[in-house]
């Protein structure tokens, strides 16, 4: 199994629906922070099940939603056939849209899944997607310090605030014992150091920089801003 594989299938990441609610809603107003006008053409790149997608997409002028797993998109397509917005498209059907085609393109928690060659060849492909002056948002950046157990910390303490502590509790256990640890043990995550993944940014040609805070509830992970140098 890879890991779109996983995401294709069923899952229990999230520990309640409330927590799956609260947390794309989380999402979905963090990254309409960074839309730089009502018009703007809006990118979300790994998107997931996408349950902000109308909150955002009512913030931008057109968003798409994209995602590699066939399953997901086949669940998006069908809650927003009929609409224009937001538009639903395969990696392979990003790739073959113009130049310039987006004012910003989102990463949200997608990095960890990448392989540094994956990795390489959507930076190529985004910064030939940004219109002029347009921005990339990578976000949930993991970097090599923190550890399972600070993720589920941070997990914790959301749930705490937010009225799921019980679900989170019992969440994290059946996550320790589920395909999803097994899958991190074998294929491991992608993480990056700040200094590193900057050095990395500016080889793909973009000007960037670390931006807090970070999207979503987890203040161990990372965000950077970056537009085409
Ligand atoms: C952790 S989920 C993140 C979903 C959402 N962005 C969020 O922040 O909650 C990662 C998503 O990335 C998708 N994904 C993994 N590899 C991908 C790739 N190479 N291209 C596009 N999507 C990918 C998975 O199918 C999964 O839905």
Redesign the pocket.
């Known amino acids: 199994m890879d890991?779109?594989s996983?995401?294709?299938g069923a899952h229990a990441?999230y520990v309640s629906d409330r927590h799956k609610s609260l947390?794309?809603a989380r999402?979905a107003a963090d990254i309409a922070r960074f839309v730089p006008s009502p018009g703007a053409r809006v990118l979300?790149?790994?998107?997931?099940?996408?349950l902000g997608a109308d909150a955002l997409a009512a913030s931008c002028g057109h968003l798409t939603v994209?995602?590699?797993?066939p399953g997901?998109r086949e669940k998006l397509r069908q809650r927003f056939s009929g609409r224009a917005n937001p538009g639903v498209l395969s990696?392979d059907e990003v790739a073959a849209l113009p130049d310039g085609h987006f004012d910003l393109i989102?990463?949200?928690?997608?990095l960890?899944?990448?392989d540094r060659p994956?990795l390489d060849g959507?930076l190529v492909l985004w910064r030939r997607l940004l219109a002029p002056g347009g921005r990339l948002l990578l976000?949930?950046i993991i970097p090599p310090n923190v550890s399972a157990v600070q993720d589920a910390a941070a997990l914790l303490s959301f749930a705490a605030k937010d009225g799921f502590l019980p679900a989170a509790v019992v969440g994290l256990v059946r996550t320790a014992l589920s395909p999803y640890r097994k899958l991190r043990g074998e294929l491991g995550l992608s993480m990056y150091r700040e200094d590193a993944f900057l050095a990395l940014l500016r080889e793909a040609g973009f000007a960037a920089e670390r931006t807090r805070p970070n999207?979503?509830h987890n203040q161990n992970r990372m965000a950077f801003l970056a537009r085409v140098a």
């Open positions: 890991w779109i996983f995401w294709d990441i947390h794309y999402i979300d790149y790994g998107c997931g099940e996408a994209c995602d590699a797993a997901v990696p989102v990463a949200n928690s997608l960890q899944y990448l994956t959507l976000a949930d999207v979503g």
